[in-house]
Each structure stands twice: as C-alpha cells, then as structure tokens.
C-alpha cells in the first residue's frame, strides 16, 4: 500500500502532465509580487526510509537527495535558468507551476548560487526508474535544406502545409492520406517550398523542424505543424532488422550512407514509415526552433521526452557522456520538446542547435543515461484536479 506522500506525488505527477501541454502563451496579469533573493541553505538530511524507492504512478520515480546528482554542486545553472523561464511562458498559467514561475521571474540578474538555492528551495529531485537503471540519450538538432518557393528540375520534393487548416474540405479529408498519396500529389496546392533532397526532407520531418536555404541566400525557418496521424516506424530499425546495419552503426550518418549507397531501396525504405509531417513557415524574428511545449529550443539545454512520463516544462537532471566518449555530460535541462520514438521515463533526445557541429553531436548522439526530475515543491491539493489533458504533436527523433 501507498503511503500518504506517495499518493500526494502520484497525484502531482497525474496533474503537472496533464496541465502543461498546449497551454496559451500569455504572461501573468497579475500585479509582480515583491522581489525575491534566494540564499543557499543546507537541505535537510534523508533517512534511509525516505530514500528507498517507491512507485509513483507511471513515472516510477523516487525522492533523491540533491547530493545525488552527479555534479550538482558545480553544475553551470544559469544557461537553465533561462531555459526554465522559456518554459513559464506556457506553464505559468497552470496553478501548479504558477507560483514556481513567477518566483523565477523575481530573479533579477541573479548569480550562479542564487539560481542553485532557487532550485533547491523551489523543486524536489526525483530519480526516474529504478536507482540503478540507465536509458537511452540520443541527440538531434536543426538542420538546414536548399530549396525554392517554386518546383523546378532541382527543387522537386515539397514540404506540405497542413490540410486541416485550409478551407477547403476536400483538404481536410485528405489530411490523414497514407505518405505515398500525399507525395503522389494528393495535397497538390499546399506546397509551401520545394528542396533538393528527398532524404534531407525526410530527415528534417524525423527533426520536426529547419531551416531553408532560398536561391538568394535567404534563411527561411520551419516548424513543425501536425501530421497525418499515422503511426511513426523507424527506419534505422528495419536495417537493422534486414541485416543491413549493424545495432551500433544505426546512426543518422550511416543511414544516409547506406541510402547513398543504395538510393532505388531508400526511396522504398521511406515509404515503410507511414508517418508525414506537415510544416508552417515561422515568423522571421523567431530566434531558435519551436518545441512540442510551444516556447523556443534552448541549445544545449532543451531535451525532448516522453510527455507521459515528464511533465513538459519541467527540469530534468540529465546525467550522461558526451557523443562517442566517457566524457560525463551532467547538465540540468528542461523538457521542452516530445518524439515519435521517444518513449519511457528513460528515453530522452538531446537538442544540439543548429549548424555542422550540432549535426555531428546529434548524429553520432546514443548514450546511457540517468535522469532526476525536478518537482515543485509546494502546490496546493485544491490545484490538482484543474487541467484537461491534451496529446502535444509528436516531433523530433
């Protein structure tokens, strides 16, 4: 049987994954409260008790000591400060993050130890999984294509707007259309531009997001805008399955290299993923991607999960290795961002940014992993039942 504390969190953690997703972006109305410094005290001490592990709903996660997390004591937190406050532009209209969020807004110009005594006053770590368990941290990023506002010899693989928002209804039904009918012309009309490359493409729907390289040296920016809600089926896993690749070769770039190689058959392979992912051009002043949480991407700092397991929005912990190494990457995130293969409380993807060493990270990027989310600490009983709870689009790897 649960005991009273148990129950309480399984609640909260019911509650902050139903309330986080697709809130409105609005700032608080309200008038600021006074400001706020926060000062590094000592946490109190556990007992072996209140340490041991307890199942809490479908997180499985148990109570940590900030002790536990590996080099938390000299992290850099002010990066994830800021990634946080990304995150209260959706979360600070949900009761259970409110006070959390505007606390953070009181910071004002605050040092490395404020911030640490901030998150140490204001969340509570709690391990994900099992104490000894490890998941998967993979890595992915923005990428950029070549394309045109129009179809020409060169440029003849489109990006589609989504159908379900077009007047027409004949769209509308045809938004859940199978990929080969939307790319034999099913759609035809909603192009919004045309690229060079019908990996690339295919690659940077997995992304969920992008840039576009313009004949004149424009940039333009691209986010995700639903899909035909079919269901998502990797294709690194078929190699894998036809014995075309080994387990620890499944990169990105050895997936590319195999279609290279082999482009009659990767056309084909494609087509096994039934998933499409249609876009929407974004504003010229966005500064970085948009994730599933509906704020900017921080690079570096943003982390893409399983939104059934850790509330989007919320610090996450992240204890790894850098791509390749035994070099120990222990950074505090925020999970901003969800995935069609991102699956389980262990299971989380790396945002590298953008550029050539972004796309090196994040495709070389499958590693171990332990994470530690963060929890606020104090929210009322009378707040908990207040959210609907929406599915957030599914981008990302």
Not at 4 to 15: C, Q
Not at 49 to 58: F, L, T, V, W
Request: overall charge positive; hydrophobic content about 35%.
């Amino acid at each position: 049987m649960c005991s009273t504390k148990a129950l309480l969190l399984g609640v909260l953690f019911s509650t902050l994954l139903a309330g986080c997703v697709e809130q409105p972006l609005l700032r608080p109305v309200d008038p600021p409260a006074p400001s706020v410094r926060f000062v590094s005290t000592p946490m109190p001490a556990q007992t072996a008790q209140s340490r041991a592990p307890r199942r809490r709903g479908k997180a499985n996660a148990s109570a940590s000591l900030w002790q536990q997390l590996p080099e938390w004591e000299n992290s850099a937190l002010l990066p994830s400060w800021q990634a946080f406050r990304h995150s209260c532009r959706s979360l600070v209209n949900h009761p259970a993050w409110r006070d959390v969020c505007l606390a953070a807004e009181q910071l004002q110009q605050p040092d490395n130890a404020q911030v640490r005594a901030f998150f140490e006053q204001s969340f509570e770590p709690h391990r994900l999984g099992s104490r000894t368990g490890t998941g998967t941290i993979t890595g992915y990023y923005e990428p950029k294509l070549l394309g045109s506002p129009q179809k020409t010899a060169r440029f003849r693989y489109p990006l589609y707007a989504n159908p379900t928002k077009q007047e027409d209804p004949s769209y509308r039904r045809a938004s859940l259309s199978s990929r080969q009918s939307i790319q034999t012309g099913k759609l035809a009309g909603l192009e919004l531009y045309w690229v060079d490359n019908e990996v690339d493409l295919f690659f940077m729907q997995i992304q969920g997001s992008g840039r576009i390289e313009l004949p004149n040296g424009q940039l333009i920016r691209v986010g995700h805008d639903g899909s035909n809600g079919r269901p998502y089926r990797s294709i690194g896993q078929q190699l894998i399955n036809m014995g075309e690749l080994p387990l620890h070769q499944a990169s990105l770039w050895e997936i590319k290299a195999w279609g290279a190689r082999n482009p009659s058959a990767m056309s084909r392979l494609m087509q096994r993923n039934p998933r499409f992912v249609y876009f929407r051009q974004l504003p010229n002043e966005a500064t970085a991607p948009v994730g599933a949480l509906g704020v900017p991407l921080t690079e570096g700092y943003s982390l893409a999960v399983d939104p059934s397991h850790i509330p989007l929005g919320a610090p996450v912990f992240l204890s790894t290795t850098y791509p390749n190494s035994k070099q120990p990457l222990n950074r505090l995130m925020v999970a901003q961002d969800t995935g069609c293969a991102i699956k389980g409380p262990l299971r989380a993807d790396f945002f590298w940014g953008y550029g050539p060493q972004a796309e090196t990270q994040a495709a070389r990027m499958k590693q171990e992993g332990k994470m530690w989310v963060l929890l606020p600490r104090k929210t009322e009983r009378s707040r908990l039942h207040t959210a609907q709870h929406e599915d957030p689009a599914s981008t990302g790897l």
